[in-house]
């Protein structure tokens, strides 16, 4: 019943008017295609000005997905520059995306791919200095494949690349939320877990983050607990 | 394309870009409506998921005590120095830190998603969509991922365009050339997603010595299967690695080549849902499959239909 319609507006919008340049790609050897007529096209005016907007937009997306693994000055200029317009639409990833660079700096945009990925693991202790066997994890992590894990995952990351650089105020002020929900913890640490790419010198890394949870009253700070790294001398 | 005398027959050239980006024949305008049909019905279950997904942590994270209430994440920008750059991330959520308002929110975008394909008689529905979720996906500041660029991308595309179902008639009037700008900068965005993740890859040594697919399976603790085993074996893994290096970059070509159109749609569907199984990306790779439905091949699109319609 549809194909009828279509086939009458076909007619109707060929009759009288010109007909098709056949010279697309796309154009198949069916005669029905051959007989098709114009559809109705903005005007001019409206062609040019949209034009020109597409001109733009294709260049900016384009230059957006190729500044994400490492920009250049005009790249990153260019990205900046149109930032309101694609950061307000959400129209390209950004080039420092959780999904986009690993915590070592290493790029693996779009499709994952780089030994660089790892899972982490937030976990607590209680009580005085706690031993290995006394960290368990974090009761509300959601851990496995679905999207919502992957979001605790990327917060993990944030955390644990803060931490990784020392940047220790910053990591604390997004680890005092989940804390006050914590009651019970006094430390915490965010850990690497080791996979099947990953080298002994990788899976000995100490954890990136690790805290002492200080409680007064309501108050709660975190202090930072400075973790062996290893150096030369300790690398065989 | 040249006149006689050598110069550049600026009227063609101009007739050639405006078939490309406005629409040639009713043909093709026809296709762009089922494909586009196709692609709207895709993206609405995808969008619908997305809310979904944030139902049970919505208020973890985004309430006034939430990991990343408005205040906490603030403060946290503040200290980072970061206001400038994320200063575009707009989004009225900012404003919400009720649990009930925030999931009221969630609700309001899954019946969205639900009405985008039915509600025929305006673009009202798909440009609420696009809102809802370009907020949520500002929102997302520090846990978001590709997935929400995907779908906003899409849906801002899609709003473009006249809702129609796989069987409408084109459309006429300006919802004859909305349809084609609208499949047509699809398209042109898929290519440019397909290429740079294809040139990207090749900036990491795992996908040069064949052991990127490897890569992409081992934290199984963050992925829904296991393959670790199954791809254990050299041969297995290094040339699922190179097809898929070779697939990214390859696919915007087979897709714009009339005549390998059909293979290359076939090759981006194989590719997407083999790198969501692989990588636990559902959302993500589904997005750009259902994406990929712009390049619909004529032939499959006769073939479909003609049969749907007896």
Known sequence: MARKKIAESRRAASGGSQSLAPSSTEATADANVQQDALPVMPSTLVMRIVSALLMVHVAVIAVAYLAVVRSSGVQGRLVDGFAPYLATFH?????????????????FFLARGDGAE????????????????????????????????????RFLAAVADLGANDQNALAGRLMLPTLQRDTDADWVRIVRLPNLMTNVVQDAEPAPYTAAVLRDGGEIRLVRVAQPRLTSAATP | MKSSDNTIDTAATDSAWNSFWFGRSIAELSLACRSLAMVRIGLAVIAFWYFASHWSDVAFWFAGDGILSAEALGVFLADADLGDTVQWRLSPLYWIDSPTL???????????????PLVRSTRAVTVALWLSVVWLANRSMIIGGLEEVTLAWGLAYLAIAPVQTPFSDPAGGTAAWTTTLARRLMQIHLSIVFLVTGLAMLSSLAWWDGTGVMAVVSP??????????TLRSPLV??????????GAIALPALL?????????FCLAILWCVGLAILSSQWMHFLG???????????????????????
């Open chain 1, 91 to 107: 129209l390209a990833p950004e080039g420092n995306a959780a999904d986009a660079v690993a915590a070592d700096g290493v790029a």
């Open chain 1, 118 to 153: 790892r899972v982490y693991r937030l976990q607590v202790a209680s009580g005085a200095k706690p031993e290995e066997s006394q960290w368990y994890p974090a009761r509300w992590v959601v851990e496995g494949g679905s999207e919502r894990a992957r979001r605790y995952q």
């Open chain 2, 102 to 116: 925030l999931r009221g929110y969630l609700l309001v975008g899954m019946l969205l998603a639900i009405a985008m």
């Open chain 2, 220 to 229: 199984i603790e963050i992925r829904y299967f296991d393959f670790t085993e």
């Open chain 2, 237 to 246: 893994h290094e040339s699922l690695s190179h097809g898929i290096v070779l």
């Open chain 2, 256 to 264: 714009w080549i009339g005549s390998t159109r059909a293979a290359g």
């Open chain 2, 288 to 310: 750009l499959a259902m994406l990929s439905l712009s390049f619909f091949p004529e032939k499959f699109a006769d073939r479909l239909f003609s049969r749907t319609d007896r």
